[in-house]
C-alpha cells in the first residue's frame, strides 16, 4: 500500500481552494466567505471524526459499533427532518425511513457476508446509506410539498368526489418516490462511464486491483438503489397524510 | 308521503382569518328539493357549500345529514353521497377517460364505459370525446365532464358552485337541462350558489345570503 499524504502535501493542496476564491473574489460572486466557513468546518468535522473512527476501529467492540451506527442514522434523520419545511411528524417519519434502511439493507449484507461486523466496514456502510438515505427524503419531502401545492385543486376534485386521502394523493405519492429515487437511479446508470465512485477510487487508491473494487462498488450500488427505494417509499406513505386533517380535508 | 329531512344546519359558523364569515346559520332542505343560494360576492355562499360538502369544517354550530351528524360519517363516504362540483373544475389524467372513470376506481369497480357515453351524449359531447386529451377540451366541455364526474354515481345530494358563471348561454342550457333532466327521474336533493337570475329561479326554494347570515327564505 503506497498511500502517502503528509500534513505539508494538503497545505500545498489548499492553493486549490485558493482558485476558488480568486474566482469567487474576481467575480464578485461573494462567496469567498462561504468558501472559508466551509471548507474549515469540513476540515474540523473530519479531523474529529478521523480520531474517533481511529478510537473506535481499535476498540473493536460491538457496542460501540452499534452505537455509532444509531448516532449515524439519528443525524442522518435529524437533518432529513430540516429539509421538510414544516412537514408535521417529519423527525418520526425520517428516522422511521432511515433506520428501515439500515436495518435492511445493512442485515442483508451482513447475513450475505458481503461485510463484517466490524466497525471499519460497517461504519462507512452505514454512513453510505444514511447519507443517500437521507438525501432521498429530503427531496421526497421536497417534491410532496410542490406536488401538493401545485395539484392542490385536483386533489380537492377528488376529495369532493368521495376518494380517501390516499386515493387522492396516489398520483402526487408515485410522482414523489420516483422524483426522490431518480438522482441514485441516474448516478447508477452513469458508474464507471463518467464517474469512479468514491469507494471505488478510495480501494484503488489504497492498492487494491480495480476488479476487486468494482466488485464493492456493484455491492454498494445494489444497497444504494434498495435504500433509496426503500426510504422514499417509507417517507412518501408516512409523510403524504401530514397534508390531510383528521377530517379528510387538506390542510392549509 | 314522508317528507325526509335530509340536511339540517343549527346555528352554524364560520370564522376564519378573523373574520366571522358565516354566523348563526339555521336551514332545514328535505329530500328532492332543489335550492339556489343567492347573495353578492364574498357573502358566503360558496363557504356555506363547502362545509356541507365537508371540504371544510364548521367552526360553530350543527350539520346533520339523514338525521346524523355529519361528524358521525366517515368522510369520503359522506362526499360520495353529497357531492360538491367546482365552480372551474380541473380535470386530471390525460384523457377524459381518467376522469369519468376515477369515481369507479374509488369504489373499487370496474368502468361502466356504456354509461359514461350515454352521459356524453346527453350533454351533447360524441362518444369518442372519451379518449380525447383533456388539455384540447373548451371551458364549456371541461365542466360538462366535471358535471358528468359528479353524478355517474347518483349522489343524495348535489352541490352546485357557480358551475355556469363562466359559460356562455348554449353550454349553460345544456348543463342545466341535463341535470334538470336527471333531477326529474330522481329524488337527488341539488343547492345550487348562482349570480345568475336565471339560474337561481331554477331551484323550488330560493335562500339569500347577505354578509354570512341567512337573510330570507323565498319559496317559488
Known amino acids: 500500500m503506497d498511500l502517502q499524504i503528509a500534513p505539508f502535501t494538503l497545505i500545498l493542496s489548499f492553493s486549490l481552494v485558493l482558485i476558488g476564491m480568486f474566482i469567487s473574489y474576481r467575480e464578485n460572486l461573494g462567496t469567498w466567505k462561504e468558501i472559508i466557513y466551509s471548507i474549515t468546518r469540513a476540515v474540523i468535522q473530519l479531523a474529529i471524526i478521523g480520531y474517533l473512527l481511529t478510537y473506535l476501529f481499535e476498540a473493536n467492540n460491538a457496542i460501540i459499533t452499534s452505537s455509532m451506527v444509531l448516532v449515524i442514522a439519528f443525524n442522518a434523520s435529524w437533518n432529513a427532518h430540516k429539509r421538510s419545511n414544516n412537514i408535521s411528524n417529519s423527525l418520526k417519519i425520517s428516522m422511521i425511513s432511515i433506520f428501515t434502511s439500515v436495518l435492511l439493507s445493512l442485515g442483508i449484507l451482513l447475513i450475505s457476508g458481503s461485510v463484517k461486523f466490524i466497525p471499519s466496514q460497517v461504519v462507512p456502510i452505514t454512513g453510505m446509506i444514511c447519507g443517500n438515505a437521507m438525501t432521498t427524503i429530503g427531496l421526497c419531502y421536497r417534491n410532496l410539498n410542490n406536488l401538493f401545492r401545485d395539484q392542490r385543486q385536483q386533489i380537492l376534485e377528488k376529495l369532493s368526489l368521495g376518494a380517501s386521502p390516499k386515493q387522492a394523493a396516489t398520483s402526487i405519492l408515485r410522482e414523489a418516490i420516483k422524483l426522490g429515487m431518480q438522482p441514485a437511479l441516474d448516478s447508477a446508470k452513469t458508474l464507471g462511464i463518467v464517474t469512479l465512485p468514491g469507494m471505488m477510487s478510495g480501494l484503488m487508491f489504497a492498492g487494491t486491483m480495480p476488479l476487486t473494487a468494482i466488485m464493492y462498488q456493484i455491492m454498494v450500488t445494489f444497497m444504494l438503489v434498495a435504500t433509496t427505494s426503500i426510504s422514499s417509499y417509507i417517507a412518501s406513505f408516512l409523510a403524504y397524510k401530514e397534508f390531510f386533517n383528521k377530517n379528510q380535508q387538506l390542510t392549509a | ?220
Open chain 2, 1 to 220: 308521503m314522508i317528507i325526509i329531512e335530509i340536511l339540517k344546519i343549527e346555528n352554524l359558523g364560520f370564522f376564519a382569518q378573523n373574520k366571522q364569515i358565516l354566523d348563526s346559520i339555521n336551514l332545514k332542505i328535505q329530500e328532492g328539493e332543489f335550492v339556489s343560494i343567492v347573495g353578492p360576492s364574498g357573502s358566503g355562499k360558496s363557504t356555506l357549500l363547502k362545509i356541507i360538502a365537508n371540504i371544510i369544517s364548521k367552526t360553530s354550530g350543527n350539520l346533520y345529514f339523514n338525521g346524523k351528524p355529519i361528524e358521525e360519517y366517515n368522510s369520503s363516504d359522506y362526499r360520495k353521497e353529497v357531492s360538491y362540483c367546482f365552480q372551474a373544475p380541473v380535470l386530471f389524467g390525460k384523457t377524459v377517460k381518467d376522469n369519468l372513470s376515477f369515481p369507479y376506481e374509488i369504489r373499487n369497480m370496474e368502468f361502466h364505459k356504456e354509461k359514461s357515453i350515454k352521459y356524453l351524449e346527453e350533454v351533447n359531447l360524441p362518444a369518442d370525446y372519451l379518449d380525447k386529451k383533456i388539455n384540447t377540451l373548451s371551458g364549456g366541455e371541461k365542466q360538462r365532464i366535471a358535471v358528468i364526474r359528479n353524478v355517474l354515481f347518483q349522489p343524495k345530494v348535489l352541490l352546485l358552485d357557480e358551475i355556469t358563471s363562466a359559460l356562455d348561454a348554449e353550454n349553460r342550457d345544456i348543463i342545466w337541462n341535463w341535470l334538470c333532466n336527471i333531477k326529474a327521474n330522481s329524488n337527488m336533493t341539488i343547492l345550487m350558489v348562482s349570480h345568475n337570475e336565471d339560474d337561481s329561479k331554477l331551484g323550488d326554494k330560493i335562500i339569500s345570503i347577505q354578509d354570512g347570515k341567512l337573510e330570507l327564505q323565498e319559496v317559488e
